[in-house]
């Protein structure tokens, strides 16, 4: 049989709007399958079980009577004369508005809706403030849809319409996208923390050195691995406000003129664009937000992965931040049509300024660079300078930060640790080792002695079997034998516990031994010088002074 023109046209109609409702009808679906009861949503993504099914039920029921009427709407907009049915279809449309309301109202009432356990846990945010706001918007919308399809304005209706249901499946696409990366960083951050947990187990069964310097690299990688992993969370955070942002951005540009005039705006006295400004402002934000955690997302992602140490890894994550801030600068400098030729003045002056009141900082910016390339000083290094004895916490581009043993940061500048003198107790080799000096009595036996301090150091925890403790007799002192003991240990965090715990062993040996520790001796001389005539006379007065004789007596 043939067809009419017409009839191939409602049959091209129907099928491109049965694309859309299809496509719709898609990811409403979807989005309820992520929600179902032992979904995506509950299992994986640890969303609130209460808010899973609420979104679930509220879309069951929605497409359950919105897909038969988006399908008869599809149908009547097919028909070759579309002005004979255009009262039965405003109705329709005007009841998928109502119904939109509807679940809108269900889905952000700040009582029982999706926001309900983000407000309870942040009562003083912004959202739950603007949440009773955000509530009568999401339920307004489609009752203003529902007000300009009643007066005529069909097309307007529909096109607002679609734009709103891309802009719900745009955040929606953008919340999935984030808790699925989320899922993915906390099962690799897993798998990292179980190969720690390995090496940690492997490291117990070492020679002690070996154990003690493992056990303090496992114990901050764990550290690291944790603050690497809040740099990612913030970063993927971070990101996701910004894209939803954008693509709202994109999405309503259409319908927005407004937004198009920035295009044609320029600041007063010169030739920049206003949406310039906007975006070399928003390149602002995108870069400050790179810069602080970008490097902890390069950090787990790559560097985890490479064999290199944890003072390389930090040089690296540092050298990156800095390549951000620079790119962040450029791009923003050539959206703003900054040139060189603009900067001339400003290169000039802050030559200038090095010269004199800069020079100092401009010297700690080079240094930190000499540090991060050089290595004199690491993250994680013990080190002493200017009396001062901690460990490397962290190194920036004009300072480097000290944590002492009690805690406290002590901020040098870069510079002193390049052109200064400094102790790095760990830049080649965490073995260290201690000295201790003992004296003896002139009868104990030197044989004995050696001996015995030599049985003390060698079962001494901490201390290495190679290289060997070491026992001398290394002088003949005013009242004692003096013996000297050298023994090394793994790590600096173990110096001053043996000295404490040898001290104490070497004491209780000796006198076990019956080998004193002799009190040191002294000869004290007294010269008389006693004016007799003054003694005598003062004795007159007072019997009770003794005579010049007793006293010399007395002194003898």
């Not at 809108?104 to 009773?132: C, D, F, N, Q």
């Not at 849809?145 to 955040?171: C, D, P, R, W």
């Not at 310097?213 to 944790?226: G, M, S």
């Not at 603050?227 to 942002?245: P, W, Y």
Request: aromatic residues 8%.
């Amino acid at each position: 049989a043939s067809q009419s023109p017409g009839t191939g046209y409602a049959i091209g109609a129907f099928g491109r709007n049965e694309v859309v409702v299809a496509l719709t009808v898609g990811c409403l679906e979807f989005i309820r399958v992520v929600c179902r009861g032992n979904g995506l949503g509950i299992s994986h993504f640890q969303w609130p079980k209460r808010v899973n099914d609420l979104v679930s039920s509220t879309i069951s029921s929605f497409l359950t009577i919105a897909t038969p009427l988006a399908l008869v709407i599809a149908l009547l907009r097919a028909r070759s004369q579309p002005e004979e049915t255009q009262a039965f279809e405003r109705v329709l449309m005007i009841a998928i508005n109502l119904l939109l309301a509807g679940v809108m109202y269900r889905l952000t009432v700040p009582k029982t809706g999706l926001l309900k356990e983000w407000i309870e846990a942040h009562p003083s945010g912004w959202l739950a403030k603007l949440s009773g706001l955000i509530h009568w918007v999401a339920v307004a919308v489609p009752l203003i849809l529902a007000v300009l399809t009643v007066v005529g304005y069909t097309y307007a209706a529909e096109h607002l319409s679609m734009k709103l249901t891309q802009a719900v499946f745009l955040i929606f696409g953008v919340v999935f996208a984030r808790a699925l990366i989320i899922r993915w960083l906390m099962l690799r951050q897993r798998r990292l923390a179980i190969e720690q947990a390995r090496e940690l187990r492997a490291a117990m069964a070492q020679s002690d050195r070996e154990r003690d310097v493992n056990l303090q690299d496992a114990q901050e990688a764990r550290t690291n691995l944790a603050e690497v992993s809040a740099q990612s969370k913030r970063l993927v955070n971070s990101l996701a406000v910004i894209g939803t942002f954008v693509g709202l951005g994109l999405i309503w540009i259409e319908v927005l003129p407004a937004i198009r005039y920035f295009d044609e705006y320029t600041i007063p006295n010169t030739e920049i664009k206003a949406s310039a400004v906007a975006l070399a402002v928003f390149l602002l934000m995108l870069t400050t937000t790179a810069a602080r955690n970008v490097p902890g997302l390069v950090e787990i992602l790559l560097l985890e992965r490479l064999p290199i140490d944890r003072s390389a890894r930090y040089a690296i994550q540092a050298l990156t931040r800095y390549a951000i801030v620079l790119l962040g600068a450029t791009l923003i400098g050539w959206e703003l049509n900054i040139e060189w030729k603009d900067l001339q003045w400003l290169a000039a002056a802050l030559t200038f300024g090095l010269g004199f009141g800069l020079q100092e900082i401009f010297a700690n910016f080079v240094s930190g660079l000499i540090i991060l390339f050089e290595q004199p000083v690491r993250v994680g290094d013990i080190v002493t300078i200017d009396g001062t004895t901690g460990t490397v916490s962290r190194i920036r581009m004009r300072s480097t930060t000290i944590t002492d043993w009690d805690r406290k940061d002590y901020v040098v500048p870069n510079k002193e640790f390049i052109t200064g003198r400094l102790l790095n107790w760990t830049l080649s080799d965490t073995m260290t080792r201690v000295k201790i000096e003992v004296g003896v009595t002139y009868d104990a036996d030197p044989k004995d002695v050696h001996r015995i301090l030599t049985e003390t150091v060698v079962t001494q925890e901490h201390v290495l079997e190679e290289p060997p403790p070491i026992v001398f007799f290394e002088s003949f002192g005013d009242s004692s034998l003096n013996f000297t003991m050298f023994a090394f240990l793994p790590a600096l965090e173990h110096r001053l516990p043996t000295i404490h715990a040898l001290n104490s062993r070497i004491h209780e040996a000796l006198g076990k031994a019956g080998i004193e520790i002799p009190y040191p001796q002294r000869d004290l001389h007294i010269r008389s010088s006693i004016d007799v005539p003054i003694a005598r006379r003062n004795r007159r007065h007072n019997p009770e002074v003794p005579s010049p004789e007793e006293i010399v007596e007395a002194i003898d």
